[in-house]
């Protein structure tokens, strides 16, 4: 799960991690006030930041500063309810709901610091760079080096020696050593509390003054231990989330919408993936990945197809399903049912296997509805991707 900016800083000043003063703004009204509030406690300027899900907002026009509360208010009006195109939106961009006001700062650097979960190591990954406010993914393919990172003992945490190391490497000034291993103390904590699985500031900034900032942030967390914050759930907002990818997320269905034109309905991530790959090798392109789980029903699997459907893009359909815990019979029952209440009209293909199969092809056939079964993936890869041709 995602969160915006302004949240993601809240929850950082919880942790004891400098953060710029700043206020979220719906309205210009709001955005008027928040402006002049920092104003009279003495900033020198604001800036106006469009508050979406997505990265690159300064070159699309998302973050502009204002002198006074004039300027302010008026950014903020034309800023509201703008199509903000980034290199991460995409050419559909996203519509701006929420602004953070926030005081201006005295920048002297700009640095990069984050944590993630390095899989391979089995632990999280401190990381930083003296090439901050950029792409920091550009910097780490064109220039590796320049990542540097520091691997955290799950049962140590971040050790105070590692954070002056990073310190030092990133050319801080003596008398900001230890500020900066609280602050990146404090970024571990903030980490590990909140089951993140990414936290990035970027910028990490000093100012002239000496002190140190999160100038921005971004926090993504492991949807599996949403469970144990609801305070964090809460944090959600699903105007910046595929409606279809909401809507599945309702009936606990794994979806992520995609580009192409054959839908895809799976049980099991594996061959979810292993589905999609063959789809590529036969010369099509999925349009989702949908893994309905070991445990769907047949209610389950019903709600499955209508959001596969909803994607106008889909062409043709491959349900794809190893019977096991989710037994063929009840995905056969619940594609029929599907079926009959849409009134599809698109080719469906199936590649049936395991408990209760031949029940299952039962039901499809006794259906009266013309479904193409296919007898391997192999098979049936094929036949979908030349009847989403036609």
Do not use: W
């Amino acid at each position: 799960m995602k969160i915006h900016e302004y949240q993601a800083k809240g929850i950082l000043k919880k942790y004891g991690v400098a953060v710029p003063r700043g206020e979220m703004a719906t309205t210009r009204e709001q955005a008027e006030a928040a402006a002049r509030n920092l104003f009279n406690a003495g900033a020198s300027g604001v800036v106006v930041k469009a508050q979406i899900h997505a990265g690159g907002r300064g070159k699309g026009g998302g973050v502009k500063i204002a002198k006074s509360v004039e300027e302010a208010a008026e950014l903020a009006g034309k800023m509201l309810g703008m199509k903000l195109v980034t290199h991460q939106t995409g050419p559909e961009g996203k519509i701006v709901q929420r602004l953070l006001i926030e005081e201006t700062l005295p920048i002297e650097k700009e640095l990069y610091i984050g944590i993630l979960v390095d899989r391979g190591e089995g632990k999280a990954v401190f990381m930083a760079s003296a090439a901050g406010g950029m792409e920091i993914e550009q910097v780490a393919a064109q220039n590796p080096e320049a990542i540097l990172k520091e691997y955290i003992d799950p049962g140590m945490g971040l050790e105070a020696f590692q954070g002056r190391k990073l310190a030092f490497q990133l050319g801080l000034k003596p008398a900001q050593i230890n500020q900066a291993v609280q602050f990146m103390q404090g970024l571990y904590k903030a980490f590990l509390a909140t089951d993140a699985s990414l936290l990035e500031i970027n910028p990490f900034i000093t100012t002239i003054d000496g002190r140190l900032f999160a100038l921005d942030a971004k926090i993504n967390f492991d949807d599996n231990a949403l469970f144990r914050h609801p305070d964090i759930r809460e944090l959600r907002d699903t105007t910046e989330e595929d409606p279809l990818e909401v809507e599945a997320s309702k009936y606990n269905l794994n979806y992520i919408k995609l580009d192409g034109n054959v839908g895809c309905m799976v049980n099991g991530a594996g061959l979810a993936m292993a589905t999609m790959d063959i789809i590529k090798y036969a010369g099509g392109v999925p349009a989702n990945f949908l893994d309905v789980g070991g445990g769907a029903n047949a209610e389950q699997v019903t709600h499955a197809f209508e959001i596969l459907l909803s994607d106008k893009n889909v062409k043709a359909v491959l349900i794809n399903i190893f019977g096991g815990i989710l037994r063929v019979d009840t995905l056969a029952t619940g594609v029929v049912e599907a079926a009959q209440k849409t009134h599809i009209q698109l080719p469906i293909v199936l590649r049936l296997e395991g408990t209760n199969v031949e029940a299952g092809r039962e039901i499809l056939k006794q259906s009266g509805l013309n479904f193409i079964v296919a007898e391997t993936m192999k098979d049936a890869a094929e036949k979908v991707v030349a009847a989403a041709r036609q």
